[in-house]
């Protein structure tokens, strides 16, 4: 990934639309190694970073596996359902957001008064 980082720095403006799709495709496949090493040596990342696997999944349209992230924690805070339902609606995910916010709502997450 730093050699494609180094590579855009060096063409400027010369970069094309596929040597940026390229570059984020790496980044993508960069996400998936870190998050496979933490599955392999079995590491138990805090809500902080498994927040961020959402999001990285979500963003890259990955979301099958943003889902399978966000219900392995095991005690979720507002941030990771948010990033979750941001995810479902952005990618026009619109049933699955409205259902996450209602099962946010039932966990008890939000009090309303």
């Given at each position: 990934?730093?050699?494609?980082?180094?590579?855009?720095?060096?063409?400027?403006?010369?970069?094309?639309?596929?040597?940026?799709?390229?570059?984020?495709?790496?980044?993508?496949?960069?996400?998936?190694?870190?998050?496979?090493?933490?599955?392999?040596?079995?590491?138990?990342?805090?809500?902080?970073?498994?927040?961020?696997?959402?999001?990285?999944?979500?963003?890259?349209?990955?979301?099958?596996?943003?889902?399978?992230?966000?219900?392995?924690?095991?005690?979720?805070?507002?941030?990771?359902?948010?990033?979750?339902?941001?995810?479902?609606?952005?990618?026009?995910?619109?049933?699955?957001?409205?259902?996450?916010?209602?099962d946010m709502t039932r966990s008890g997450?939000?009090?309303?008064?």
């Amino acid at each position: 990934m730093s050699e494609a980082l180094l590579e855009m720095a060096g063409r400027g403006i010369g970069m094309k639309f596929e040597d940026y799709q390229a570059i984020l495709k790496a980044a993508v496949r960069e996400g998936q190694r870190v998050h496979s090493h933490m599955i392999k040596t079995c590491y138990a990342p805090p809500v902080y970073l498994r927040t961020k696997l959402i999001v990285l999944y979500t963003k890259c349209g990955c979301l099958d596996d943003a889902r399978e992230v966000f219900d392995e924690i095991p005690l979720r805070n507002v941030v990771p359902w948010t990033a979750m339902i941001s995810g479902y609606s952005q990618r026009g995910c619109a049933s699955e957001a409205l259902g996450l916010f209602v099962d946010m709502t039932r966990s008890g997450i939000l009090r309303f008064r």
